[in-house]
């Protein structure tokens, strides 16, 4: 089956640290590719996302790159601020019989950024 | 614009209880619909998807069901609670367009413990 392996947290980092947080996953076909964050007390939100091999997604100083080869997706921001402390999950999609995209997601990485 | 609701917020029942939690969207007609739990330490778990009224797939077995009686109606049941269902559930849509491309978007979730 689908499944995906997130490097296990929490992360702390200094602010302006480089982040990298390890993704990589094991999927039938060719999936898409998702970073879902959770802010504090706020809900599940789409990062970025890529749909096909060395696609790469980015947003708010982030970037994954789609590597099928190694199939992983690694995220990473050249510098980090406070306010990227946050939830961050890896997912992959594949689409159901019914047409419908199906997200299996990984444990989720906890990261604090500090001052 | 879409808005997804979700409630209630929290919610503690005991062993043996009946369970209902319901999820509706606004903004939209015909979404796909969506049930994960997060458990604590893991990831996201998909329970139930919909792609239209009355039309329900179970991921996983399990102790719980799900129903769609209106279109963007979502409600997950049970009929008597385990320990095991405690967790946060969050409801999910994205547009009715087949693709593994689609963002899933996130309701604020339902803190669910069973003691």
């Known amino acids: 089956g689908n499944s995906v392996t997130q490097m296990e947290g929490p992360v702390t980092l200094s602010e302006e640290a480089f982040l990298t947080i390890n993704c990589t996953y094991t999927?039938?076909?060719?999936?898409?590719l998702f970073w879902y964050v959770q802010y504090p007390g706020e809900g599940l939100q789409l990062l970025l996302k890529a749909t096909k091999a060395d696609d790469k997604g980015s947003n708010k100083g982030f970037e994954a790159t789609y590597r099928k080869e190694t199939t992983s997706f690694h995220l990473e921001k050249g510098s980090v601020q406070v306010s990227d402390s946050a939830v961050y999950f890896c997912?992959?999609?594949?689409?159901?019989?019914?047409?419908?995209?199906?997200?299996?997601f990984g444990t989720g990485t906890r990261l604090t950024i500090i001052p | 614009s879409q808005t997804i609701h979700q409630w209630p917020a929290t919610l503690v029942q005991p062993v043996g209880s009946p369970l209902s939690l319901e999820c509706t969207v606004e903004?939209?007609?015909?979404?796909?619909l969506y049930w994960y739990r997060q458990a604590a330490g893991r990831g996201l778990q998909l329970l139930f998807y919909s792609v239209g009224i009355g039309q329900i797939s179970s991921e996983v077995p399990q102790n719980l069901s799900a129903s769609r009686p209106q279109d963007r109606q979502f409600i997950l049941s049970s009929k008597k609670l385990l320990l095991s269902d405690s967790g946060f559930y969050l409801c999910?849509?994205?547009?009715?367009?087949?693709?593994?491309?689609?963002?899933?978007?996130f309701g604020p979730g339902t803190r669910l413990t069973v003691l």
């Open positions: 903004g939209t007609s015909n979404p796909n």
């Open positions: 997912a992959l999609s594949t689409i159901s019989n019914f047409g419908n995209e199906k997200l299996t």
């Open positions: 999910a849509w994205s547009v009715n367009i087949p693709s593994s491309y689609n963002e899933q978007f």
């Open positions: 999927a039938t076909g060719y999936p898409s």
